[in-house]
C-alpha cells in the first residue's frame, strides 16, 4: 500500500551513447513499481476468490466482483494512469493464469472496468471524495456493458440482454457492498487531496 501514497521519484533523463536523451515522465522507478503492485493486486484477488473450497456454481468471481478492487483502490489514490492499465489487462492477466473468465467474459469486463474507472474519477471531480463512489461507478460499467453486448450478443452466448444485465447486478450486489466497503475505508482511513494520498480528484 505504501507503493501507492508515496509520491514518485521522476527518472527525467537517462543516457544513450553518450548524449542525454528524455525520458517519458512516467518512466519512473516508482511508477514501475506502483504498476507492478496494481497488477499483482489485480490478480491476486481473483486467484484467492477462486481457490476458496466452495461448490463450482457459487459463482464467487460474479458474486464478490474481485477483479474490480484494485482498480478502485488506484483510482481513489489518483494514480489513474495504472488504473486504466490495470482495467486493460487485468481480465487478460487472470484468464491467461486461472482460465477465467472467458475471453468472451474478458472483454466484457474490461470494458466493464474501464467504465468504472472513468465514472470513479469523473465522480470524484464533480462531488468529491465520498464512500458511496463505487456503486454509480459499478452500475454504469454494467450500463456499457449492455450497450456493448447489444450489439455483440455473441459475448454473452446470445442471451437477452436485459436479462442477462439484471441477473448480473443480482448475483454481483454482494461485491458492490464490498466495492462500496472499500471506498468508505480509503475516504475514512487517508486524507483526502496529494499530501494525503487519499481520494484525490486531481
Given at each position: 500500500?505504501?507503493?501507492?501514497?508515496?509520491?514518485?521519484?521522476?527518472?527525467?533523463?537517462?543516457?544513450?551513447?553518450?548524449?542525454?536523451?528524455?525520458?517519458?515522465?512516467?518512466?519512473?522507478?516508482?511508477?514501475?513499481?506502483?504498476?507492478?503492485?496494481?497488477?499483482?493486486?489485480?490478480?491476486?484477488?481473483?486467484?484467492?476468490?477462486?481457490?476458496?473450497?466452495?461448490?463450482?456454481?457459487?459463482?464467487?468471481?460474479?458474486?464478490?466482483?474481485?477483479?474490480?478492487?484494485?482498480?478502485?483502490?488506484?483510482?481513489?489514490?489518483?494514480?489513474?494512469?495504472?488504473?486504466?492499465?490495470?482495467?486493460?489487462?487485468?481480465?487478460?492477466l487472470n484468464?491467461?493464469?486461472?482460465?477465467?473468465?472467458?475471453?468472451?467474459?474478458?472483454?466484457?469486463?474490461?470494458?466493464?472496468?474501464?467504465?468504472?474507472?472513468?465514472?470513479?474519477?469523473?465522480?470524484?471531480?464533480?462531488?468529491?471524495?465520498?464512500?458511496?463512489l463505487a456503486?454509480?461507478?459499478?452500475?454504469?460499467?454494467?450500463?456499457?456493458?449492455?450497450?456493448?453486448?447489444?450489439?455483440?450478443?455473441?459475448?454473452?452466448?446470445?442471451?437477452?440482454?436485459?436479462?442477462?444485465?439484471?441477473?448480473?447486478?443480482?448475483?454481483?450486489?454482494?461485491?458492490?457492498?464490498?466495492?462500496?466497503?472499500?471506498?468508505?475505508?480509503?475516504?475514512?482511513?487517508?486524507?483526502?487531496?496529494?499530501?494525503?494520498?487519499?481520494?484525490?480528484?486531481?
Amino acid at each position: 500500500m505504501r507503493g501507492l501514497i508515496e509520491r514518485p521519484r521522476c527518472l527525467l533523463f537517462s543516457t544513450v551513447d553518450g548524449g542525454s536523451t528524455s525520458i517519458p515522465r512516467f518512466l519512473n522507478a516508482s511508477a514501475v513499481s506502483e504498476l507492478g503492485i496494481v497488477l499483482a493486486l489485480s490478480v491476486l484477488f481473483p486467484f484467492m476468490i477462486h481457490i476458496l473450497p466452495v461448490p463450482d456454481d457459487a459463482r464467487l468471481g460474479p458474486r464478490l466482483l474481485p477483479m474490480f478492487y484494485a482498480p478502485l483502490l488506484a483510482a481513489l489514490l489518483g494514480r489513474l494512469r495504472s488504473a486504466f492499465i490495470v482495467a486493460l489487462a487485468a481480465p487478460w492477466l487472470n484468464w491467461l493464469l486461472t482460465t477465467h473468465p472467458t475471453p468472451p467474459t474478458a472483454v466484457v469486463t474490461m470494458l466493464q472496468l474501464l467504465v468504472f474507472v472513468g465514472m470513479v474519477r469523473l465522480l470524484l471531480a464533480k462531488i468529491g471524495s465520498s464512500w458511496f463512489l463505487a456503486a454509480p461507478a459499478y452500475f454504469a460499467g454494467m450500463a456499457a456493458a449492455a450497450v456493448l453486448t447489444t450489439l455483440a450478443p455473441a459475448l454473452i452466448g446470445g442471451r437477452p440482454v436485459l436479462a442477462w444485465a439484471a441477473q448480473s447486478v443480482s448475483v454481483g450486489l454482494p461485491g458492490v457492498a464490498i466495492l462500496i466497503f472499500i471506498n468508505w475505508l480509503a475516504v475514512r482511513y487517508f486524507p483526502s487531496g496529494p499530501a494525503g494520498g487519499g481520494p484525490q480528484a486531481a
